[in-house]
C-alpha cells in the first residue's frame, strides 16, 4: 500500500470502528453467529467500498426478528441524513411515499412468504430537503432458524431517480407519436370504411357496379399518393436533422456535445423506423408494396444480421449464432430486401428482450410441403429470454399492442412481420413458455439457387472512372435548401476534390449540363416543376446525356410499382434521411 492510499485506508478503518461502537444499540436480538457474520461483512464492505461507490451503490441488513437495520453510510448521504438516525426499519419507511409504501411492503412480503425468490422493488424515498429520489432495492433471505422461518436478509439499493426521469420523457414522446400515428390510423380505418360501404351500396345495382369499382380504385389510389406524399415530408426533414448530425458525429466534439449528437442519431433513427414501419404496413394494405421475387440465398442475410446485430448484442452481453441445416447453403423464393427486413424485426426482438448472457441462434431446417406443394425452409429465431405468457401471444401480431411495456418500441415491428410475411406468400409463428425463452419462426418455399446479385459488388461505370486526383463535377438537381447545404457539406468534408453544381428546378437543365459536363448527376423526384422520373426518361432519351450516370436521392421512394419501373434508368437510388457513409461509398464506386 503506498503513502497515498495508507490515509484513506485509515479513515475506512475509524469508521468501521465508530459503526462498531453503535453496533449493539442497531443489533440487539442478533445471536453470536450472526454478529460474527456483521464482523466478516464489515471486513467485506472495507474491500469492496471502491467498488460500490463507483456505481453510487449502497448496501444494508435488516434482522427480521428485532427490525434492527444496518446501512452503508452512503445510503444515508443519498438522502442527505446523519447514517445515525436509522436504527430501525421503520425509521427508513416511514420516509417511503404514501404512493409507494404498500409495494415496497408487498415486496417484502412475497420474498418472506417464498412467492417470490428475492425481495425487488422501486419506490421513492423523502430526502432531508423534503423533496423525494427514486430508488431501486433488491435483497434476500442469507439465514433461517431450523423450522425454516427468515432472520436475516441483505441486499443493495441505488439511485435510479435520473433513469426514472428519462423514462418518464421517453413514454411522453412515445405516446405523442402513439397519439399521432393512431389519429392517422384512425382516418385511414375511416376512409376504408366509407369506401366498403360505398362498394355495398353501389353493388345493389348491377348496372352501378363498374362505377362503384372505379370509385373505389381512384380511392386507392389517392391513399397510395397520400402516404408517398406523406412519407416525403416526413423524411425531408429528417434528412437533414440526420445528415448534419452525422457529420456532427464524425467530427470533433466534447464529450457532452457527442452524447447530445447520440441522442438526436438515436431518436431521429427511432421516429424514421416508426414511419417505414407504418407506411410499409399502408402500402401492403392498399396494395402498392413493389416487390422483387427471387432466389434468395439465407446464407448471405444470416451473414448480414449478424454484422448489423452484434454490437448491440454484446451491449446486452447475448451471443448471436447461426446455423444453416440440414442442406448447406438453402434459397427461398423471397423479396430479399422484404426477406431481410422480416428477419431483422425478429432478431431485433430477441436481442432486445433477451436476458443477460443469453443467446439468440437463427437456425434454418427443411420441412414437407402441405398437400403436395413444394417443401419449405423454416427459419428460426431461436433467444432464451424470459418467455412469453400464453395470454399474451394472440396479442403479438397486432399493431400497436406491447406484451412487454417495460422495453422502448411502438408494437408495430411483429404486426409488420406478419404483413410482410402474407404479401410473400409465406407463413409465420411462434413458441413460448414463460421462463423457457421464445422461438419465431417463418417458413417460404424452397427454390433452386439463382443469380443473387446480392452477393455481388455492383460493377462500376469505366466510363467515368478517372483518376481520383482530378477535380471531378456532381449536378445535384434538389429543391429543398438543407438537403442541398448537407450534401454540400458532406462532399467539402469527406470527398474534397469533387465540385457541386446545385439547380433548385428541373426544367431547361440541359444548358446547365452542356455547360459544366457533369460527371454524375444526383436527382430529387420531387421537383417543382417536373418530376424526377420524367426528367431521368429525358437523359436517358439525349445523346448528350444518356452516358452520365444518374443517381436518384428521394424521401420518397415508398411508391407504386409503376414509378419504380421508371426509375430503371438509374444507377443507383438512394433514401433519405442519407446515410452519409453509404452516400459517401456509392460516389466513390461510381467516380
Given at each position: 500500500m503506498n503513502q497515498k492510499q495508507q490515509p484513506e485506508q485509515s479513515q475506512r478503518e475509524d469508521d468501521q470502528g465508530k459503526q462498531e461502537d453503535e453496533k449493539p444499540e442497531a443489533v440487539s436480538g442478533f445471536d453470536a453467529q450472526h454478529l460474527n457474520d456483521i464482523n466478516l461483512l464489515l471486513d467485506h464492505a472495507t474491500r469492496i467500498n471502491l467498488a460500490i461507490d463507483a456505481v453510487n451503490m449502497a448496501w444494508w441488513e435488516l434482522n427480521l426478528i428485532s427490525g434492527a437495520v444496518i446501512f452503508h453510510k452512503r445510503k444515508a448521504e443519498m438522502l442527505g441524513y446523519d447514517p445515525g438516525v436509522f436504527k430501525h426499519y421503520q425509521d427508513f419507511m416511514n420516509l417511503v411515499h404514501p404512493d409507494d409504501y404498500?409495494?415496497?411492503?408487498?415486496?417484502?412480503?412475497?420474498?418472506?412468504?417464498?412467492?417470490?425468490?428475492?425481495?425487488?422493488?422501486?419506490?421513492?424515498?423523502?430526502?432531508?430537503?423534503?423533496?423525494?429520489?427514486?430508488?431501486?432495492?433488491?435483497?434476500?433471505?442469507?439465514?433461517?432458524?431450523?423450522?425454516?422461518?427468515?432472520?436475516?436478509?441483505?441486499?443493495?439499493?441505488?439511485?435510479?431517480?435520473?433513469?426514472?426521469?428519462?423514462?418518464a420523457q421517453i413514454r411522453e414522446l412515445n405516446t405523442l407519436l402513439e397519439q399521432k400515428v393512431a389519429e392517422r390510423t384512425k382516418e385511414l380505418m375511416l376512409a376504408n370504411e366509407q369506401m366498403r360501404q360505398e362498394i355495398e351500396t353501389r353493388k345493389q345495382a348491377e348496372e352501378r357496379s363498374?362505377?362503384?369499382?372505379?370509385?373505389?380504385?381512384?380511392?386507392?389510389?389517392?391513399?397510395?399518393?397520400?402516404?408517398?406524399?406523406?412519407?416525403?415530408?416526413?423524411?425531408?426533414?429528417?434528412?437533414?436533422?440526420?445528415?448534419?448530425?452525422?457529420?456532427?458525429?464524425?467530427?470533433?466534439?466534447?464529450?457532452?456535445?457527442?452524447?447530445?449528437?447520440?441522442?438526436?442519431?438515436?431518436?431521429?433513427k427511432k421516429l424514421l423506423q416508426l414511419i417505414n414501419e407504418v407506411l410499409d404496413i399502408t402500402n401492403i394494405e392498399t396494395g402498392s408494396?413493389?416487390?422483387?421475387?427471387?432466389?434468395?440465398?439465407?446464407?448471405?442475410?444470416?451473414?448480414?444480421?449478424?454484422?448489423?446485430?452484434?454490437?448491440?448484442?454484446?451491449?446486452?452481453?447475448?451471443?448471436?449464432?447461426?446455423?444453416?441445416?440440414?442442406?448447406?447453403?438453402?434459397?427461398?423464393?423471397?423479396?430479399?430486401?422484404?426477406?431481410?427486413?422480416?428477419?431483422?424485426?425478429?432478431?431485433?426482438?430477441?436481442?432486445?428482450?433477451?436476458?443477460?448472457?443469453?443467446?439468440?441462434?437463427?437456425?434454418?431446417?427443411?420441412?414437407?410441403?402441405?398437400?403436395?406443394?413444394?417443401?419449405?425452409?423454416?427459419?428460426?429465431?431461436?433467444?432464451?429470454?424470459?418467455?412469453?405468457?400464453?395470454?399474451?401471444?394472440?396479442?403479438?401480431?397486432?399493431?400497436?399492442?406491447?406484451?412487454?411495456?417495460?422495453?422502448?418500441?411502438?408494437?408495430?415491428?411483429?404486426?409488420?412481420?406478419?404483413?410482410?410475411?402474407?404479401?410473400?406468400?409465406?407463413?409465420?409463428?411462434?413458441?413460448?413458455?414463460?421462463?423457457?425463452?421464445?422461438?419465431?419462426?417463418?417458413?417460404?418455399?424452397?427454390?433452386k439457387p439463382g443469380s443473387n446479385l446480392h452477393d455481388q459488388p455492383e460493377p462500376g461505370h469505366s466510363a467515368h472512372q478517372a483518376n481520383n486526383e482530378f477535380e471531378k463535377k456532381i449536378l445535384y438537381i434538389e429543391d429543398n435548401e438543407s438537403s442541398s447545404d448537407l450534401v454540400a457539406n458532406v462532399l467539402a468534408d469527406k470527398m474534397p476534390h469533387l465540385r457541386l453544381i446545385s439547380s433548385r428546378t428541373g426544367k431547361n437543365i440541359k444548358n446547365l449540363i452542356m455547360k459544366e459536363k457533369p460527371d454524375l448527376i444526383l436527382l430529387d423526384l420531387d421537383l417543382p416543376d417536373i418530376h424526377g422520373s420524367e426528367l431521368l426518361h429525358q437523359f436517358k432519351q439525349d445523346d448528350d446525356t444518356k452516358a452520365i450516370p444518374v443517381v436518384i436521392i428521394s424521401a420518397n421512394l415508398v411508391m407504386s410499382k409503376q414509378k419504380l419501373t421508371n426509375l430503371e434508368g438509374a444507377v443507383s437510388t438512394i433514401n433519405k434521411p442519407l446515410d452519409i457513409i453509404t452516400f459517401v461509398d456509392t460516389l466513390k464506386r461510381l467516380l
Amino acid at each position: 500500500m503506498n503513502q497515498k492510499q495508507q490515509p484513506e485506508q485509515s479513515q475506512r478503518e475509524d469508521d468501521q470502528g465508530k459503526q462498531e461502537d453503535e453496533k449493539p444499540e442497531a443489533v440487539s436480538g442478533f445471536d453470536a453467529q450472526h454478529l460474527n457474520d456483521i464482523n466478516l461483512l464489515l471486513d467485506h464492505a472495507t474491500r469492496i467500498n471502491l467498488a460500490i461507490d463507483a456505481v453510487n451503490m449502497a448496501w444494508w441488513e435488516l434482522n427480521l426478528i428485532s427490525g434492527a437495520v444496518i446501512f452503508h453510510k452512503r445510503k444515508a448521504e443519498m438522502l442527505g441524513y446523519d447514517p445515525g438516525v436509522f436504527k430501525h426499519y421503520q425509521d427508513f419507511m416511514n420516509l417511503v411515499h404514501p404512493d409507494d409504501y404498500e409495494t415496497a411492503m408487498d415486496a417484502m412480503r412475497d420474498h418472506m412468504s417464498g412467492k417470490a425468490a428475492t425481495y425487488e422493488v422501486e419506490y421513492r424515498i423523502k430526502t432531508v430537503n423534503g423533496n423525494y429520489l427514486w430508488f431501486q432495492d433488491a435483497g434476500t433471505i442469507t439465514k433461517r432458524d431450523e423450522n425454516g422461518r427468515p432472520l436475516r436478509i441483505v441486499g443493495f439499493v441505488i439511485d435510479i431517480t435520473k433513469k426514472k426521469a428519462e423514462e418518464a420523457q421517453i413514454r411522453e414522446l412515445n405516446t405523442l407519436l402513439e397519439q399521432k400515428v393512431a389519429e392517422r390510423t384512425k382516418e385511414l380505418m375511416l376512409a376504408n370504411e366509407q369506401m366498403r360501404q360505398e362498394i355495398e351500396t353501389r353493388k345493389q345495382a348491377e348496372e352501378r357496379s363498374e362505377q362503384a369499382l372505379r370509385i373505389a380504385e381512384r380511392a386507392n389510389q389517392s391513399k397510395s399518393e397520400f402516404m408517398s406524399r406523406m412519407s416525403h415530408e416526413l423524411r425531408t426533414p429528417l434528412n437533414s436533422i440526420l445528415g448534419f448530425a452525422q457529420l456532427l458525429e464524425l467530427g470533433t466534439l466534447n464529450e457532452k456535445q457527442q452524447r447530445g449528437v447520440r441522442h438526436i442519431l438515436s431518436d431521429g433513427k427511432k421516429l424514421l423506423q416508426l414511419i417505414n414501419e407504418v407506411l410499409d404496413i399502408t402500402n401492403i394494405e392498399t396494395g402498392s408494396l413493389a416487390l422483387s421475387m427471387e432466389p434468395v440465398r439465407l446464407k448471405s442475410i444470416f451473414e448480414e444480421i449478424t454484422e448489423e446485430f452484434e454490437e448491440a448484442a454484446n451491449r446486452k452481453n447475448v451471443s448471436l449464432n447461426q446455423l444453416i441445416s440440414p442442406t448447406e447453403d438453402p434459397f427461398v423464393m423471397a423479396d430479399y430486401q422484404r426477406i431481410k427486413k422480416l428477419i431483422s424485426i425478429l432478431v431485433d426482438n430477441a436481442v432486445r428482450y433477451n436476458l443477460p448472457g443469453g443467446s439468440v441462434l437463427l437456425k434454418t431446417e427443411e420441412v414437407p410441403g402441405v398437400q403436395g406443394h413444394s417443401p419449405q425452409i423454416k427459419i428460426s429465431v431461436i433467444d432464451t429470454g424470459p418467455g412469453i405468457k400464453a395470454e399474451y401471444i394472440p396479442l403479438l401480431f397486432k399493431p400497436f399492442e406491447r406484451v412487454d411495456v417495460t422495453h422502448e418500441g411502438t408494437g408495430l415491428g411483429l404486426a409488420l412481420a406478419q404483413k410482410l410475411t402474407d404479401a410473400m406468400n409465406g407463413s409465420i409463428g411462434v413458441e413460448s413458455l414463460p421462463d423457457l425463452g421464445s422461438t419465431f419462426w417463418i417458413s417460404f418455399a424452397k427454390t433452386k439457387p439463382g443469380s443473387n446479385l446480392h452477393d455481388q459488388p455492383e460493377p462500376g461505370h469505366s466510363a467515368h472512372q478517372a483518376n481520383n486526383e482530378f477535380e471531378k463535377k456532381i449536378l445535384y438537381i434538389e429543391d429543398n435548401e438543407s438537403s442541398s447545404d448537407l450534401v454540400a457539406n458532406v462532399l467539402a468534408d469527406k470527398m474534397p476534390h469533387l465540385r457541386l453544381i446545385s439547380s433548385r428546378t428541373g426544367k431547361n437543365i440541359k444548358n446547365l449540363i452542356m455547360k459544366e459536363k457533369p460527371d454524375l448527376i444526383l436527382l430529387d423526384l420531387d421537383l417543382p416543376d417536373i418530376h424526377g422520373s420524367e426528367l431521368l426518361h429525358q437523359f436517358k432519351q439525349d445523346d448528350d446525356t444518356k452516358a452520365i450516370p444518374v443517381v436518384i436521392i428521394s424521401a420518397n421512394l415508398v411508391m407504386s410499382k409503376q414509378k419504380l419501373t421508371n426509375l430503371e434508368g438509374a444507377v443507383s437510388t438512394i433514401n433519405k434521411p442519407l446515410d452519409i457513409i453509404t452516400f459517401v461509398d456509392t460516389l466513390k464506386r461510381l467516380l
